[in-house]
């Protein structure tokens, strides 16, 4: 029989009799509460009762504070005979959307009565706790359902690098629970020099296990250390459809791992903090690190020991914000603006009170009309909604942006930096000596990664030179100087013997350029096809890559830990090796820069690169076998050559310059030869 939810009033005698009933049934756990009490709460809104048929099968009386923000759970009460049926849940449900204009409801339970099991299926956290009023002084739990209002400080950014959350196993050592070392491993989280770096985050399991600590003293002191802390607080369906995922994941993946009491919080660690929007848990506990791989494949959490944290704070915020393996395989799709659609990107793309949604709008409309002939491309995600504009054309050798946004998203960073040298490339297969960005109103996203990519402020555009020159120093800036010049831009002059430092810098700010006679290194690397695949893809995958986002710009590659001179700043040349029947092979086929060198054991390195690679966990480990360490190469700005280079054709460019050919291994190739393929690559057919 259904179950219906009815507020009493004062008048309906006959259900508040009842309700009296059952409550003096069971006064050894509410408390003696008179019959003019629950007509009180009645007459003000504050008793409702749950009805099967003609029978009252459950009740809530609360009150409803004039100068508070929350409902004042007292009673919440179902027979032992009708438990089971959602009765309570309902009540629950019933109060909250009667009243949804309060903040949440709170109730206080006996300690002893030990019916958190129930208060926490019901939605509540326990925040606090204090002594009852009785002779006992029994220790009485403050529980709290939040309605789900937007709290006043939600969406404050937070001034660190990278927030963290972290587990009951980190936090007691924060508050100076467990051994020394555990102690002093916490602790580091809160060194002085991180200040700037994290801020450390709780979400509501946190409660729960500081709730459940058994010695008051201990439990107090912990609880004193929460607002040290920032609160984060997920969707709760969210969290509990991610959490049925991850056990799921944990029976098929981890058998002999027990699903108890024990797992279902640590798994609910990781989905709270995978649905606030978040990716690195910081624990001390070893099973919890077991479930680094089933964290990170189903809910995006990286689960990570303090230490981690400590080594690399600035790798885990890349991790957070810079995401380019996430462009790989992503559904984007890219088209022109159709006539008449610009009104939809306004929501996506207006940035400025000056740029408002009208003005927006009609400056869009008018490049239609202009009589330059403007290209206004259009990025969408693969649910369609729109995450990067810009509007570009060719006036002689340069090309002009006069309109570049990204649109607040997951992959916005990653997607700034892409279409940067985007428009570099086009500007280049156009034969373009300058890429000129006019937009004043670009995203703070995109200028950064302006800043950061060789573009400098000209009266307020920003403009990058394409030095399209694999040559001398002299060469190479003699071209960026000329062109500089046509612009009223001062370009310095490069001489032979650069510091390999100076000669980087110089070849990222005036991509493509190439300066041969630098100190600048060059490496010859060996791939196998499956992986140049996923990296570059090539050979060209059954389902190719999306061309409109092109090669990521940073990427990392992994190989067995020998060094070989490698040193960076460097030049990759990569060399596809021989791979399956029928697959194409032994050719060059681009370069890359070399921005990182790194020697550690596999799940560190993974750890701290995965958000550039194309490698899982898995992979990682078998480089590294049998040394039980893996090198990591971390590279960027990989130019494909249009032309491969064969292997006959290489060999025979090595022979020209008296020089060996080591393909078998990473190997240092002298700069004369890396100029040759490079060229030859470039070779117009």
């Known amino acids: 029989m259904a179950i219906t939810v009815l507020p009493v009033s004062g008048e309906q005698t006959d259900l508040l009799g009842a309700v009296v009933a059952l409550g003096d049934r069971y006064t050894k756990w509410l408390g003696l509460l008179t019959p003019p009490a629950y007509r009180a709460a009645a007459e003000d809104g504050g008793l409702l009762v749950a009805v099967e048929g003609n029978e009252v099968v459950g009740y809530a009386l609360f009150g409803l504070p004039k100068r508070s923000t929350h409902v004042r759970l007292a009673h919440l009460c179902v027979p032992e005979e009708h438990r089971s049926k959602g009765i309570a849940r309902s009540l629950i449900q019933t109060i909250c959307e009667r009243h949804p204009e309060r903040l949440g409801i709170r109730a206080r339970c006996r300690r002893d009565y030990e019916l958190s ?39 404050v950014q937070s001034d660190a690098l990278a927030v963290v ?80 995922e991850l056990l799921e994941a944990v029976e098929k993946d981890l058998p002999e791992l027990p699903i108890d009491a024990k797992m279902q919080s640590r798994l609910k660690y990781v989905a709270e903090t995978s649905c606030a929007g978040l990716q690195i848990l910081v624990t001390r506990d070893p099973v919890l690190a077991r479930l680094s791989d089933t964290a990170w494949a189903v809910a995006g959490v990286k689960v990570v020991v303090p230490s981690v944290v400590t080594l690399h704070v600035d790798e885990l915020r890349q991790a957070q ?28 793309f207006d940035q400025a009170d000056s740029d408002n949604g009208s003005a927006f709008e009609a400056r869009l409309k008018g490049f239609v009309n202009d009589q330059i002939l403007w290209r206004r491309e259009l ?27 990204t649109a607040t998203h997951s992959l916005e960073e990653s997607l700034a930096r892409q279409l940067l040298l985007m428009l570099k490339r086009l500007g280049r297969d156009r034969r373009a000596q300058v ?19 060789g573009f400098t402020d000209q009266s307020g555009d920003l403009i990058a030179l394409l030095v399209d020159v694999c040559g001398s120093a002299a060469d190479v800036s003699g071209a960026a100087i000329g062109i500089g010049e046509r612009l009223g831009l001062a370009a310095p002059e490069l001489h032979a013997g650069l ?71 460097a030049r990759l040349l990569w060399y596809v090796s021989r791979g399956e029947p029928g697959q194409q092979g032994q050719m060059a086929i681009g370069c890359s820069r070399l921005d990182e060198v790194v020697i550690d054991e596999p799940d560190t390195l993974f750890s701290r690169f995965e958000h550039l690679g194309v490698y899982g966990r898995e992979q990682v480990r078998a480089v590294a076998e049998p040394y039980g360490k893996a090198m990591a190469l971390r590279f960027s700005d990989t130019e494909l050559f249009p032309a491969p280079v064969s292997l006959g054709r290489f060999k025979a460019l090595a022979t020209g310059l008296g020089l060996p050919l080591p393909l078998y291994s990473l190997s240092k190739i002298s700069n004369a030869l890396f100029q040759a393929v490079y060229e030859e690559g470039h070779r117009k057919t």
């Open 117 to 155: 099991g129930m208060w926490t299926s019901l939605g509540f956290v326990p925040l606090g706790e204090g002594l009852g009023r009785g002779r006992d002084q029994e220790t009485l739990d403050t529980w709290w359902l939040d309605l789900g209002h937007q709290d006043l400080f939600a969406d």
């Open 165 to 244: 959350t972290v587990d009951h196993s980190v936090f007691a050592g924060l508050r100076g629970s467990g051994t020394a070392s555990d102690i002093e491993e916490s602790r580091a989280l809160e060194a002085g020099w991180l200040a700037d770096l994290i801020e450390l985050a709780f979400t509501p399991q946190l409660l729960h296990d500081v709730r459940d600590v058994t010695d008051r003293t201990a439990r107090q002191h912990q609880r004193a250390g929460l607002p040290g802390l920032r609160q984060i607080t997920p969707v709760p369906e969210a969290v509990a459809a991610r959490h049925k």
């Open 321 to 348: 914000l810079y995401r380019p393996k996430d462009l790989l395989g992503t559904p984007f799709s890219a088209g022109e603006v159709t006539p008449g659609g610009e009104g939809e990107l306004v929501a996506f």
């Open 379 to 405: 990025l969408r995600d693969g649910e369609g909604h729109p995450v990067a504009l810009y509007v570009w054309a060719l006036d002689g050798r340069t090309l002009n942006v006069s309109l570049l946004r």
């Open 435 to 453: 890429i000129r960005i006019t937009d004043p109103f670009l995203s703070p996203v995109a200028r950064a990664a302006a800043g950061a990519d």
């Open 499 to 569: 510091p390999a430092e100076v000669a980087s810098i110089a070849e990222r700010a005036w991509w493509p350029a190439k300066i041969i006679d630098s100190e600048l290194p060059s490496f010859s690397v060996p791939i196998e096809p499956r992986w140049s695949a996923d990296l570059f893809d090539f050979p060209t995958m059954l389902m190719p890559r999306d061309e409109v986002l092109g090669i990521s710009r940073e990427h990392v590659y992994y190989r067995s830990p020998g060094h070989r001179s490698e040193r960076v700043p």
